[in-house]
């Protein structure tokens, strides 16, 4: 159901009827929505969906009440889900395994929708749980994390799985652009494993475990998330049953049981997109995690973002009610997760674009306040204040707005106009927020200095301190991080004697540093906080000493002007240490070392400067908690550079074997070194680039095929004729494409095949994935290559947005020809030196073959000769 308009509510599938209830959710009817839903609760997942609401209304306002309330509506759910029975049931599953009737397609797909939503319950209980910002909530919410965890990645395995045993190449059921490849990991079966982890005393019900039979294994039946043979052939059995040889679907087909196999199919690409949903969404999460911590190497957490991407993309566009979760999902994490985590002045036109796609395709919902929200977001990202304040107005003045996200944009509205110095109108919106059941104190925090950065009652100030003094002490979160800062301003920023509206104002601007809000910033803007900072430093009415400095240092660094920024962090470290006595400010001189080092890095690329100022920014904190918070900072700001530094093709993962059966390591015979790469096109000729092969002779060049690791395994064939293309210009990287012949016929094994060449036109927005054994970085002017075989997922662009691209970047934009195809992803991947020659794939079919590049991994579109322009080529030429 695409739409949410007025329906013929009796007729809808309960699936439709619950998003039915999310759409008048969305479209600023909250009340309504529940009370939609609730005449319809007697249904599991309707009730579930009424529960999700009030679990967001709870989440939007951090009110304790709603989510206590919440808390409970999630653990009835659960139980509801749950197959324990009490304890006789419980000793006659341990005995003679899990009995449950499977005479009936209904049944599979009703335990699966059971165990996917019990999987979500425990994931919106942890965050609740989570929420309270104390260290046995956050190790309680872990333990209920993992369990869904586990849930998740059984699910997703077995929906894939029989997925899998229903569509072949006749059916029309897609299996979608999702890489499975995780279940071939090594660390992702350890986490599935219950070896891994004793939190848990309770069944998850496998459908692919049913009746396992007796072994000696030392693994509880209970606890086991593998397969059984068994029980998978007795499903297989199942749905092929009453004659049913072929799964091909045609409109004269009266039989009842081909009908029920159509609705089962239906229904299981349903619940994949469901599955999609929370699978994709932890995936996403986990991924910002430092793998390296201990607690999440105990807790087994691993993430891969990529993938959870494509997970909420493919759960947007299915038919499940989690479709319109996975949009508000992907929204949040371009317009709100990607920027809290990117460095200062990072380029996050990609996330902009996905975010405007997203708007765009939803234009049903252009008058919810919740879109409005978004859009104001993307506003605000793009330097738009004042269209970002608009479309907050709008959100505001929508009728009926829900409590909960009047907070949300209210707070959005008052960053804005801080970031535009308008202190007055933002004290106006902060002093309504101090009715917020987030932090009532951080709100009248930031009324107080935009009161004294327009110089607004000094006598009120003096009270404020007071005020704010007895709430931060009589709140049940005193211990909380924000709380410690708060009360360390009112103890030495707070002065007795009365200060000018420029000391406040520094105030506001350490706030805008610490919300990351200064590369949000107009060029004016900015000249006019470091002209306060200087008077503040001329007229020595700073509130703490280096701060000033420490601010022109970070307003330079977010205008590119890094040689001044490095100056202004020097001088600020300088300053601090020449104070020692002033132990409450060290996170100034720590903060100071460590954008140096960052500056550094960009600048002029001093590692060891980068290290050893990192070093010095430890050396500063003398409680550990706070170092611990500083080291996650320091991780959530370096993330995307961290990115391209993993071993990767560029920004991409190591294939397993048989993974790209098609892929071809192109050897030069008296080094033994890898020039590039190549395709299987038949059992005798492979694909290629003329610019690998143009000045190749065939008795110093052999290729090796059924192998992901250039130093073992893999067969070695010579060749007998390499074909260049005839009209290969290779100045212009024109027509760059070749074949070679082998010098005998290929043998395809399970680690080695051909593939298909496609012949359709392909435009801008496919997930394809290419692989190879290029270089994965560079130091300098030298690569950096790997030993196994990397792939990674791009996006094609058009043709024009990929000229586009290039001429901004001051790139040959005139070197893309109708027979070029391009893609585009995030910075840190794609191709590289070593990877030209292979395939560009999308649904098992090469759509381009890898030519060249501009600065490996730097965000620069990334371009292949166009398969649907030389398909006839290669054809004619390898009969």
């Given at each position: 159901m695409e739409s949410c308009e007025e329906l013929n509510v009796e007729s809808l599938s309960d699936c439709d009827y619950v998003k039915q209830g999310f759409c008048m959710w969305i479209n600023n009817e909250p009340v309504n929505a529940i009370d939609f839903l609730e005449k319809r609760k007697e249904v599991l997942c309707v009730e579930y969906g009424a529960v999700l609401l009030h679990f967001f209304n709870a989440l939007i306002s951090f009110d304790r009440n709603k989510?206590?309330?919440?808390?409970?509506?999630?653990?009835?759910?659960?139980?509801?889900?749950?197959?324990?029975?009490?304890?006789?049931?419980?000793?006659?599953?341990?005995?003679?395994?899990?009995?449950?009737?499977?005479?009936?397609?209904?049944?599979?797909?009703?335990?699966?929708?059971?165990?996917?939503?019990?999987?979500?319950?425990?994931?919106?209980?942890?965050?609740?749980?989570?929420?309270?910002?104390?260290?046995?909530?956050?190790?309680?919410?872990?333990?209920?994390?993992?369990?869904?965890?586990k849930i998740y990645n059984q699910i997703f395995k077995e929906i894939h799985e029989l997925c899998s045993e229903l569509c072949n190449d006749e059916s029309p059921m897609e299996m979608g652009s999702i890489d499975f490849s995780i279940f071939h990991n090594n660390n992702a079966q350890e986490l599935s494993s219950p070896t891994t982890s004793e939190c848990s005393n309770w069944t998850v019900p496998s459908l692919i475990n049913h009746n396992v039979p007796q072994s000696s294994s030392n693994i509880s039946k209970s606890h086991s998330t593998f397969f059984s043979s068994d029980k998978k052939t007795r499903i297989k059995k199942h749905l092929t049953t009453n004659k049913m040889t072929s799964f091909k679907l045609t409109s004269e087909c009266s039989d009842c049981d081909n009908i029920g196999l159509v609705e089962f199919k239906n229904e299981l690409l349903r619940l994949r997109g469901a599955i999609y949903f929370g699978y994709g969404l932890l995936q996403i999460a986990f991924s910002f995690v430092p793998?390296?911590?201990?607690?999440?190497?105990?807790?087994?957490?691993?993430?891969?973002?990529?993938?959870?991407?494509?997970?909420?993309?493919?759960?947007?566009?299915?038919?499940?009610?989690?479709?319109?979760?996975?949009?508000?999902?992907?929204?949040?994490?371009?317009?709100?997760?990607?920027?809290?985590?990117?460095?200062?002045n990072s380029d996050l036109s990609e996330e902009i674009h996905e975010a405007t796609q997203i708007l765009n395709e939803n234009e049903r919902f252009d008058q919810s306040a919740l879109f409005l929200f978004f859009s104001g977001r993307r506003q605000r990202l793009k330097k738009k204040m004042k269209f970002a304040i608009m479309h907050y107005d709008a959100s505001l003045r929508v009728p009926n707005l829900p409590r909960e996200l009047k907070m949300l944009v209210m707070h959005e509205l008052g960053f804005c106009l801080l970031i535009e110095l308008k202190f007055h109108d933002a004290m106006h919106y902060f002093n309504e927020l101090r009715v917020s059941k987030f932090s009532k104190s951080y709100y009248m925090y930031l009324t107080s200095i935009c009161r004294g950065a327009i110089k607004d009652h000094d006598e009120e100030l003096k009270i404020c301190k007071d005020i704010l003094l007895k709430v931060i002490n009589s709140s049940s979160q005193k211990e909380g991080i924000i709380e410690k800062f708060l009360l360390n301003r009112c103890n030495f920023a707070f002065p007795d004697d009365e200060r000018d509206e420029v000391y406040w104002k520094l105030l506001c601007y350490e706030i805008m540093y610490l919300w990351n809000l200064l590369g949000s910033c107009s060029s004016s803007t900015i000249e006019t906080i470091i002209k306060d900072c200087q008077q503040s430093i001329e007229e020595n009415s700073e509130p703490f000493i280096g701060l000033p400095h420490f601010l022109i240092g970070a307003c330079l660094?977010?205008?590119?002007?890094?040689?001044?920024?490095?100056?202004?962090?020097?001088?600020?470290?300088?300053?601090?240490?020449?104070?020692?006595?002033?132990?409450?400010?060290?996170?100034?001189?720590?903060?100071?070392?460590?954008?140096?080092?960052?500056?550094?890095?960009?600048?002029?690329?001093?590692?060891?400067?980068?290290?050893?100022?990192?070093?010095?920014?430890?050396?500063?904190?003398?409680?550990?908690?706070?170092?611990?918070?500083?080291?996650?900072?320091c991780y959530g700001a370096t993330i995307r550079e961290q990115n391209t530094r993993q071993g990767r093709i560029v920004g991409g993962s190591t294939a397993f074997p048989g993974q790209f059966r098609h892929q071809v390591s192109i050897r030069d015979v008296p080094t033994r070194n890898h020039l590039c790469g190549g395709f299987i096109i038949n059992s005798r000729w492979i694909g290629s680039s003329a610019d690998c092969t143009i000045d190749r002779e065939i008795q110093t060049?052999?290729?090796?095929?059924?192998?992901?690791?250039?130093?073992?395994?893999?067969?070695?064939?010579?060749?007998?004729?390499?074909?260049?293309?005839?009209?290969?210009?290779?100045?212009?990287?024109?027509?760059?494409?070749?074949?070679?012949?082998?010098?005998?016929?290929?043998?395809?094994?399970?680690?080695?095949?051909?593939?298909?060449?496609?012949?359709?036109?392909?435009?801008?927005?496919?997930?394809?994935?290419?692989?190879?054994?290029?270089?994965?970085?560079?130091?300098?002017?030298?690569?950096?290559?790997?030993?196994?075989?990397?792939?990674?997922?791009?996006?094609?662009?058009?043709?024009?947005?990929?000229?586009?691209?290039?001429?901004?970047?001051?790139?040959?934009?005139?070197?893309?020809?109708?027979?070029?195809?391009?893609?585009?992803?995030?910075?840190?991947?794609?191709?590289?030196?070593?990877?030209?020659?292979?395939?560009?794939?999308w649904n098992n079919l090469v759509i381009g073959v890898t030519t060249w590049n501009v600065e490996c991994g730097r965000g620069y579109p990334d371009m292949y000769a166009r398969m649907a322009s030389f398909r006839n080529w290669f054809l004619q030429n390898t009969q």
């Open positions: 989510i206590s309330e919440v808390t409970l509506l999630l653990r009835n759910i659960e139980k509801k889900c749950s197959q324990e029975q009490g304890w006789l049931q419980s000793i006659r599953t341990k005995l003679f395994g899990e009995q449950r009737d499977y005479s009936s397609r209904k049944s599979i797909l009703d335990d699966l929708e059971k165990e996917i939503i019990l999987a979500d319950t425990l994931l919106c209980s942890s965050i609740l749980i989570g929420i309270s910002c104390d260290m046995p909530s956050y190790i309680k919410a872990a333990f209920i994390l993992r369990r869904a965890w793998p390296q911590l201990k607690v999440i190497n105990f807790f087994g957490y691993q993430g891969d973002r990529e993938m959870g991407l494509n997970c909420l993309k493919e759960a947007k566009n299915s038919r499940d009610t989690r479709s319109l979760m996975a949009i508000i999902g992907l929204l949040y994490y371009y317009l709100i997760v990607v920027p809290f985590f990117s460095l200062e660094a977010a205008t590119g002007d890094y040689e001044n920024s490095i100056n202004s962090y020097k001088k600020c470290i300088e300053i601090c240490n020449d104070n020692p006595s002033n132990v409450h400010l060290n996170y100034i001189p720590a903060y100071a070392s460590y954008e140096l080092a960052v500056v550094l890095m960009k600048f002029s690329g001093k590692n060891s400067t980068f290290s050893c100022q990192l070093k010095v920014s430890e050396n500063m904190f003398k409680s550990l908690a706070i170092f611990i918070t500083f080291v996650a900072l060049t052999r290729v090796v095929v059924g192998s992901t690791s250039l130093s073992s395994g893999g067969t070695d064939y010579g060749i007998s004729q390499i074909i260049n293309h005839e009209a290969y210009i290779p100045s212009l990287l024109l027509n760059d494409v070749s074949v070679i012949q082998t010098s005998v016929p290929i043998i395809f094994t399970d680690q080695v095949a051909a593939i298909a060449l496609a012949a359709q036109v392909i435009g801008g927005g496919v997930l394809s994935q290419t692989s190879g054994w290029g270089a994965v970085g560079s130091v300098g002017d030298d690569f950096e290559f790997t030993d196994d075989l990397k792939y990674v997922t791009l996006q094609t662009i058009t043709n024009a947005d990929c000229r586009a691209r290039l001429i901004a970047s001051d790139r040959p934009g005139d070197l893309i020809f109708d027979s070029t195809l391009c893609t585009f992803t995030q910075f840190g991947q794609g191709t590289c030196a070593g990877d030209n020659g292979g395939a560009l794939v």
